[in-house]
């Protein structure tokens, strides 16, 4: 309820992502790009921005966290602070734009929203892979925002609108569950545990990703073997294996193995596997790398070993982002007259994710090829993923960097922090 107390706007950002673990032989260049060039150069310096951001939340994230794993969608977690700042004003409105890296771009204020919204159509427009991307803005049925903040909302992130009773918790709980269910195909069922009853607002950001490879590990193949999570503690994995040609590079500055496996419409996974202390690769790693390794990989033959995978992740945000710079907008001094004329500030901002690593998934593919080439024989190298590594979900098409993860115990399944 809204009375003379200030009112709470709480702002809550999520993830899912599901991912079928294939192996797809992806050659040639990117398929050309069929929006205009500004709106492509638009979307490229955005997704600059958006890595410096994805890989300080990264670190602010495993600061708290060096022995866990970690999962989660830095994409979700920059629109839904992006879309948030479209009714900020004042010093919430430049933290905002600060802590997103925004103040000294080349962008536009509207410029910046314009180039969201060419993102999320580019992103939802990819036919290859099940993917969607979207916001969500749940407002108090007595509670009335600008109706100029509403409609920005919609034309630039996408957004669907619905009036809700917040103080009946448990309804408007159930409802906004089966919405953010529908979203991530069953994947995150249950996203609000105790909603808060003098919420007037609730925005959601989230993300499905589901990515098939060409040829999938073949489960004949997967076998129990051991995990080091570190010198002194193993646990059983379910190891799968897939041999076949990979691109591939070895980072001597930062002593770690770098390996690029390739979805289907420019998507890819990268894996990062240090020769010794993740620490020191964490700390190190930044946009750079992903760009410097993706120049110089070469492809041969690989045999690969990669542990299946099933991680969920819950993190509250709000200590995080005010270390981060976003501070007035969990305060009394927050400024989201863009929103409304009443005082409004963010009591929570939640994240989740979920990650699946399987052999296979719901859908199934065959290709049969047949080559004619010289007889030669090859030899093939091994990379196992027996240790803690780092996962990159990259779009190759717009280097845009759509997950980050740490795998430090496969065993563990459940994360909240």
């Given at each position: 309820m809204v009375g003379s107390a200030m009112a709470r706007s709480v702002l809550c950002l999520w993830c899912c992502f599901s991912l079928v673990f294939m192996y797809t032989s992806v050659h040639g260049s990117p398929e050309q790009h069929s929006d205009s060039d500004d709106h492509e150069n638009k979307i490229q310096a955005l997704n600059k921005l958006n890595s410096d951001f994805a890989f300080r939340l990264y670190k602010s994230i495993v600061s708290g966290a060096q022995s866990q794993n970690v999962f989660f969608s830095p994409l979700s977690v920059s629109t839904?602070?992006?879309?948030?700042?479209?009714?900020?004003?004042?010093?919430?409105?430049?933290?905002?734009?600060?802590?997103?890296?925004?103040?000294?771009?080349?962008?536009?204020?509207?410029?910046?929203?314009?180039?969201?919204?060419?993102?999320?159509?580019?992103?939802?427009?990819?036919?290859?892979v099940d993917l969607n991307v979207g916001t969500a803005v749940y407002v108090h049925d007595t509670f009335?925002?600008?109706?100029?903040?509403?409609?920005?909302?919609?034309?630039?992130?996408?957004?669907?609108?619905?009036?809700?009773?917040?103080?009946?918790?448990?309804?408007?709980?159930?409802?906004?569950?089966?919405?953010?269910?529908?979203?991530?195909?069953?994947?995150?069922?249950?996203?609000?545990?105790?909603?808060?009853?003098?919420?007037?607002?609730?925005?959601?950001?989230?993300?499905?990703?589901?990515?098939?490879?060409?040829?999938?590990?073949?489960?004949?193949?997967?076998?129990?073997?051991?995990?080091?999570?570190?010198?002194?503690?193993?646990?059983?994995?379910q190891m799968?294996?897939?041999?076949?040609?990979?691109?591939?590079?070895?980072?001597?500055?930062?002593?770690?193995?770098?390996?690029?496996?390739?979805?289907?419409?420019?998507?890819?996974?990268?894996?990062?596997?240090?020769?010794?202390?993740?620490?020191?690769?964490?700390?190190?790693?930044?946009?750079?790398?992903?760009?410097?390794?993706?120049?110089?990989?070469?492809?041969r033959n690989y045999g690969i070993y990669l542990p299946k995978l099933s991680l969920k992740t819950s993190y509250s945000l709000n200590s995080i982002l005010s270390e981060m710079g976003f501070k007035d907008m969990f305060t009394a001094k927050a400024n989201f007259s863009g929103i409304s004329d009443q005082n409004l500030l963010v009591s929570e901002a939640a994240h989740k994710a979920t990650l699946d690593v399987d052999e296979a998934g719901a859908e199934a593919t065959a290709v049969t090829g047949i080559g004619i080439t010289l007889f030669s024989a090859r030899i093939s190298e091994t990379l196992e993923f027996n240790r803690p590594f780092l996962i990159f979900i990259i779009d190759q098409k717009t280097n845009n960097v759509l997950f980050i993860g740490k795998i430090v115990n496969p065993a563990n399944s459940e994360v909240r922090q």
């Open positions: 839904a602070l992006a879309a948030l700042s479209l009714g900020a004003g004042g010093e919430t409105h430049e933290q905002l734009f600060s802590g997103l890296g925004f103040n000294n771009s080349i962008f536009t204020n509207e410029e910046i929203h314009q180039a969201f919204l060419d993102l999320l159509e580019n992103l939802n427009h990819r036919t290859e009335k925002p600008h109706p100029e903040f509403l409609e920005k909302l919609k034309r630039f992130y996408l957004s669907d609108g619905f009036s809700v009773d917040f103080t009946k918790t448990t309804e408007t709980s159930n409802q906004i569950n089966k919405y953010v269910s529908e979203k991530t195909h069953g994947k995150i069922s249950k996203f609000i545990e105790k909603l808060d009853p003098s919420t007037v607002m609730y925005l959601l950001s989230y993300i499905y990703f589901k990515g098939k490879w060409s040829v999938p590990f073949k489960p004949k193949h997967t076998r129990e073997a051991q995990f080091h999570v570190d010198e002194e503690t193993t646990v059983p994995v799968m294996f897939v041999k076949d040609d990979f691109y591939s590079y070895y980072d001597h500055q930062l002593s770690v193995r770098v390996l690029r496996l390739n979805y289907n419409d420019s998507f890819s996974m990268i894996l990062a596997l240090p020769d010794k202390n993740i620490t020191l690769l964490e700390e190190a790693v930044c946009p750079h790398h992903i760009t410097k390794w993706q120049k110089w990989m070469s492809e």
